[in-house]
């Protein structure tokens, strides 16, 4: 039964965060033909005579075939084009600019937050020295993954880095009287900073929202939404007298 192996995989997948290939494809597969297996059984109920039952059956055949011959003639060439599949780019920088931030908050609390002598400003310093170590090592680890994530390598290097040396170059600046300025003009830079870090935080969030949405959108059996055109099917749907018929659970 499809749809008993659909929730079987399903639940697999809730529960252990993951399935392997041969499942991935059986969900696709099982999603592609439900529909027109369900169109099918109502046909041969409602419909009298068997043209269009027919029509129906030559339909299915037609599309067992095209399914069969994408996921089995052309099977090397997906196992090569699943070996060459790069890491989740997007969660990936996601996790490593809120290691970013954690470094950029605790500079701002503990050294510019606070009372403005010579230690809260050499803290400061070292403290973006830390976060430009940080950035470099990424960016050296992103090349020698042979650039598979450019967008982030991009970020760094002319958003983060840039806004960084311009922070680090206000406090090293001799001319710069750190014991004369305010909260606000103490902060506003490295603030400047994180503001971008954070922006580019929640957008990486809702990228990754919205691709597991469109995962869930795929797998989920449509007799369990209200999407499909005819809607879920309900007791109504099938006469008394087809025992053999039965809702799906």
């Known amino acids: 039964d499809n749809n008993a ?4 995989i399903l639940i697999k997948k809730a529960i252990e965060g993951d ?45 067992l075939d095209q399914q069969l011959k994408n996921y089995c003639d052309n099977m090397e060439t997906q196992r090569n084009d ?20 954690i470094k950029v908050d605790e500079i701002i609390q503990e050294s510019l937050f606070k009372e403005a002598n010579d230690k ?28 598979v994530c450019p967008q982030e390598a991009s970020i760094i290097k002319k958003q983060y880095m840039v806004k960084l040396n311009k922070c680090m170059a206000q406090f090293m600046n001799k001319n710069t009287q750190f014991s004369k300025m305010n909260r606000i003009q103490r902060i506003s830079c490295t603030k400047e900073m994180r503001n971008t870090m954070e922006e580019r ?13 469109k995962q869930l959108d795929t797998e989920i059996p449509d007799f369990l939404t209200e999407a499909g055109e005819d809607g879920p099917i309900t007791d109504i749907d099938l006469p008394a007298d087809q025992q053999g018929v039965t809702r799906p659970g």
């Open 19 to 63: 399935i392997d290939s041969c499942e991935e494809e059986k969900l696709e597969i099982f999603g592609a033909i439900k529909q027109p297996f369900w169109m099918l059984v109502k046909t041969s109920i409602q419909v009298e005579g068997s043209r269009e039952l027919e029509i129906m059956v030559g339909t299915l055949i037609e599309l």
């Open 120 to 147: 809260a400003k050499l803290d400061a310093v070292l403290g973006f020295v830390e976060i430009q170590t940080m950035l470099d090592k990424r960016v050296k680890k992103l090349f020698e993954d042979q650039l």
């Open 5 to 8: 192996e659909t929730r079987e």
């Open 201 to 213: 935080v929640n957008k990486l969030l809702q990228l990754e929202l919205d691709d597991t949405f």
């Open 82 to 101: 699943n070996q060459e599949e790069g890491p989740k780019c997007d969660w990936n920088e996601y996790e490593q600019t809120k290691e970013y931030l």
